[in-house]
């Protein structure tokens, strides 16, 4: 991988929960950009669900598969990429990512993550007797990558239509200022 950025698209990464699909599609609409979510291109590619995945292959062959998607993605240009919770919190996927698009955290408190996730059956990661132990074990682990995208925007309590609005204008501040230089 060359040191160079050259910034054509946008990712998203984070938490489960953190507002990576709903925000990005707003996003995408916003700059005329198409939206990828990479758990459903994995999805497409197995030909199994995220949780069909975990349970029969496993994690590791699920790992290795959005491996392959986030470095096929570096050959696109003008996405937005809604990344699976996992993949900022992976160096070298995080680093894939940071040689084509602007990597924006969306951040939110465990407490608020398990309000928005409680109810959803397709998060294989929470399939244990206390899911909320979970997500503060897992934030834990992967907040110091996700510290290293370069942008952290608060997703905590703000509408979609305003973060979008925020990822646009931090998208908007850093490709002007990659052209003045």
Not at 32 to 55: K, V, Y
Not at 163 to 175: E, G, I, N, P, Y
Request: glycine share 8%; no cysteine; net charge negative.
């Amino acid at each position: 991988m060359s040191n160079e950025r050259r910034i054509r698209n946008l990712a998203l990464t984070g938490f489960m929960g953190s507002g990576k699909s709903s925000v990005g599609h707003a996003v995408a609409k916003r700059l005329g950009f198409e939206f990828l979510d990479t758990d459903h291109l994995i999805e497409r590619r197995a030909g199994l669900s995220i949780p069909e995945i975990f349970d029969r292959p496993g994690e590791a062959a699920f790992r290795e598969l959005e491996r392959e998607v986030v470095e096929e993605l570096a050959t696109r240009e003008r996405i937005v990429i809604s990344t699976g919770g996992g993949v900022g919190a992976n160096p070298g996927l995080l680093a894939s990512l940071k040689t084509h698009a602007l990597v924006i955290w969306l951040w939110a408190s465990p407490e608020t993550i398990w309000e928005r996730v409680r109810r959803q059956t397709h998060r294989p990661l929470l399939y244990v007797g206390d899911p909320e132990s979970r997500i503060r074990e897992l934030l834990a682990q992967r907040e110091p990558l996700y510290r290293q995208a370069d942008v952290l925007l608060n997703a905590e309590v703000r509408q979609t239509a305003e973060v979008a609005d925020q990822v646009v204008h931090q998208f908007r501040l850093f490709t002007q200022f990659e052209a003045d230089e």
